[in-house]
C-alpha cells in the first residue's frame, strides 16, 4: 500500500461519504437511494448494535421502501413504517420481498425508524411542508449553525448502543472532516443557505479537500505528481497514465481572451503546460529502470495511447 502524495479525496473516505449521504437524505428528501445507501454505510450505527442495525436496516428497507413511490419522510418513519405493516397484512397477494421478514426483524425495522428519526433531527427539523405537502421548504441558516447541525447529526448517527462513536473521529480521515467543519464555524462574514444550498457548499468544499498519511504506509513504494517526481531519485519508475489527453492534457481556448490578448497581459500560452509535462516525461526517462502504463479502457470506451509513447514504439 503506497502513500500518495496528492492525498486521497474526502468524498471518497467513509467520513466523506457519511457526510454527502446524510446531508442529501435530510435535506433533499424525495429520493430513496441516498437514504437507503445511509442505512446500509458502515459507519452507520444510529445507537444500535451492528447486527441489530443491518437485520432493522434490511426489513425496514423491504417493508416500508422498496416498491413504495411516496416521499421519504426521515422524521415520521415510524408512521411511514406502520402504515407500510398494515398494507402488508391487507395485501393478499404481497410482493416476494416481503414475505419472510419475522417479527423479530419487524421490531429491529421499527427500532431503527425511531433511531433515525431521533439522529437526523438537526438536519431535518429545518425541513417544513406546505399545507399540501408536495413540496418541501427549508428554513435559513447560517454556515456556521449547519456545520453544528451536520456534526450533531453525524455524532449521532454514527454512535452506537454505548456511545462510542466508531471510526467517525479517529484516523487521517477524521481530522480532514473536523478540519473542515471546524473552518466553516469559525469564518468571519456568515452567509445564509438554505438545505440544498448546504449540500452544494458541502460538496464543493469536500472536493478540494484531500486526506494526507500521517507516516509512511510503505517505506519503498511512493506516488509521486510530475512535479515531485523532479526531486526524487529512484530504483525503479512506473510511468501511469500514459493516455492521449490525460498525459498530456488537452489544450483549451479561453472563449474571453485571445492568444494576442494574453501575450499582452504576460499569461502562458495553453501549450506551456504541454511542454511542461514533456520536459518531465523526459526527466522521468532517466531513471535506471523505467515501465510505462497506459489503461487500454476508460470505462466502456477504448483509450488512444500518449503521442510520446506512440513515438518511442515507432522508434523502437
Not at 79 to 96: G, L, S, T
Not at 166 to 188: K, V
Not at 214 to 220: G, N
Not at 256 to 284: C, N, V, W, Y
Amino acid at each position: 500500500e503506497a502513500d500518495d502524495s496528492a492525498g486521497t479525496p474526502l468524498a471518497a473516505t467513509p467520513q466523506g461519504s457519511l457526510l454527502r449521504l446524510l446531508l442529501e437524505a435530510c435535506l433533499r428528501p424525495g429520493d430513496p437511494v441516498p437514504f437507503v445507501a445511509l442505512l446500509k454505510h458502515p459507519l452507520a450505527r444510529f445507537g444500535l448494535a451492528r447486527d441489530r442495525m443491518r437485520e432493522g436496516a434490511d426489513a425496514l428497507e423491504r417493508m416500508a421502501l422498496r416498491g413504495s413511490t411516496a416521499t421519504v419522510d426521515l422524521l415520521a418513519l415510524e408512521a411511514v413504517f406502520d402504515v407500510a405493516i398494515v398494507r402488508h397484512k391487507a395485501d393478499r397477494h404481497p410482493p416476494e420481498w416481503r414475505i419472510g421478514i419475522g417479527d423479530d426483524a419487524l421490531q429491529a425495522a421499527r427500532d431503527v425508524a425511531a433511531k433515525i428519526s431521533l439522529a437526523v433531527a438537526p438536519l431535518a427539523s429545518a425541513l417544513t411542508r406546505s399545507r399540501d405537502g408536495s413540496r418541501v421548504f427549508s428554513d435559513e441558516f447560517t454556515f456556521a449553525d449547519w456545520a453544528m447541525r451536520t456534526g450533531e447529526a453525524l455524532e449521532a448517527a454514527s454512535a452506537d448502543e454505548r456511545g462510542d462513536l466508531g471510526g467517525l473521529w479517529s484516523g487521517e480521515a477524521a481530522d480532514t472532516l473536523a478540519t473542515l467543519l471546524r473552518g466553516i464555524i469559525e469564518t468571519d462574514g456568515q452567509m445564509t443557505a438554505d438545505g440544498p444550498q448546504w449540500c452544494d457548499v458541502v460538496e464543493a468544499l469536500s472536493a478540494s479537500a484531500s486526506v494526507k498519511p500521517r507516516s509512511m504506509r510503505h517505506p519503498r513504494v511512493f506516488i509521486f505528481g510530475a512535479l515531485e517526481s523532479r526531486l526524487q531519485s529512484m530504483d525503479l519508475v512506473v510511468l501511469g497514465g500514459l493516455n492521449e489527453g490525460n498525459w498530456p492534457g488537452q489544450t483549451a481556448n479561453d472563449p474571453f481572451l485571445s492568444r494576442t490578448m494574453k501575450t499582452g497581459i504576460g499569461l502562458e500560452p495553453p501549450e506551456r503546460r504541454i511542454g511542461q509535462l514533456a520536459h518531465d516525461f523526459q526527466m522521468a526517462c532517466g531513471t535506471r529502470r523505467l515501465i510505462f502504463t497506459r489503461s487500454m479502457r476508460q470505462g466502456a470506451a477504448p483509450t488512444v495511447a500518449s503521442r510520446w509513447l506512440q513515438r518511442l514504439l515507432a522508434l523502437g
